[in-house]
């Protein structure tokens, strides 16, 4: 299957007054056309610095140190600005966490979306209309006509979040990254806004590279997972490898603290201790002080990423029995 996106050691480096931090520290996957992949992992373990690696959208005083990151062989990282807003919107698009800081609270909806268009595509202001309109309605936005020439203020979180897709779609990109874009929706619209994204995954023929925390939504949607922790891989796998099979100690950590259909219990497990700071990375492998299973090799090396099975990848020196 042809590769469509492939990242290969991706490093992004943050200067702060203690030293360099790298919040991405030789990061690699692909995702094949038309497929998802899904990214978990703790708050800060680098989920969304690496897409907005790929997107160009890393402000001093970071920036990307070392990799490459190629979508249909065009090597994003080697792009200037002007090659990147000629690309943005049009080949790859992003739908952010929080669609009330990523749209301009002074401009109506409906001239947001337009204004990607007319930027990309050959089309004038009256056809771009009628598009962001048929756009807002294939999202499940009622009254898209009157919601177009609404602000931002004036929609739901929900129709927000409906929004901000339909405007990520309005060029018909070819990637889409999704960063956690049901996090702050109540599971109602969460799982509607989860339908939506895979319906319109199959109409567009969308490579989705889908960023939560979230492992439930990552079983619905994912067809491989990547696992990251204090901004390395730490596990890779096919979903269904990967919820029935875990080989590292933090995957399976994870999985275990999910609660069970039908489970009572007193209370659900736990990861022990806190995520260390970046800029005190431990030696060896960086969860090797919360870790079970760590054995003397975990604490002088940073463990290597092996290939058990096919497509199943760890980066573990004492992996979890399948």
């Not at 080949?91 to 990607?116: C, D, H, S």
């Amino acid at each position: 299957m042809e590769e469509h996106v492939v990242v290969k050691d991706l490093v992004t480096t943050f200067q702060t007054k203690h030293g360099p931090v790298n919040a991405v520290d030789g990061v690699s996957y692909s995702i094949p056309k038309g497929k998802t992949l899904g990214i978990v992992g703790e708050s800060g373990c680098g989920k969304t610095v690496t897409s907005f690696s790929l997107m160009g959208l890393i402000d001093p005083p970071g920036q990307v140190t070392k990799g490459s990151a190629k979508l249909s062989g065009r090597d994003l990282l080697s792009l200037d600005e002007s090659e990147l807003e000629d690309i943005r919107g049009k080949k790859i698009a992003m739908i952010f966490q929080e669609p009330m800081t990523a749209f301009n609270p002074v401009l109506t909806v409906g001239e947001q979306i337009i204004e990607q268009m007319l930027r990309h595509l050959d089309i004038d202001k009256d056809e771009a209309s009628k598009r962001a309109i048929e756009l807002l309605s294939l999202v499940g936005i009622p009254e898209p006509e009157s919601r177009f020439s609404n602000y931002p203020h004036q929609l739901s979180g929900g129709m927000r979040q409906r929004a901000m897709i339909a405007m990520a779609l309005s060029c018909e990109p070819e990637f889409l990254i999704a960063d956690e874009p049901t996090t702050a929706l109540d599971v109602t619209i969460q799982a509607q806004i989860l339908d939506l994204i895979q319906d319109i995954q199959k109409k567009f023929g969308m490579t989705v590279q889908f960023i939560t925390h979230d492992l439930g939504v990552i079983s619905e949607l994912a067809d491989e997972v990547l696992v990251m922790y204090m901004g390395r891989v730490c596990e890779q796998a096919s979903g269904e490898d990967l919820f029935s099979k875990p080989r590292h100690p933090y995957t399976h950590a994870l999985l275990n603290s999910l609660p069970k259909l039908g489970q009572r219990v007193e209370k659900l497990p736990t990861i022990e201790g806190q995520v260390p700071a970046l800029i005190n990375r431990p030696e060896g492998c960086a969860f090797q002080g919360r870790c079970p299973h760590a054995i003397d090799p975990c604490f002088r090396s940073q463990p290597p990423i092996v290939e058990l099975s096919p497509n199943h990848k760890v980066a573990c020196f004492n992996p979890v029995e399948a």
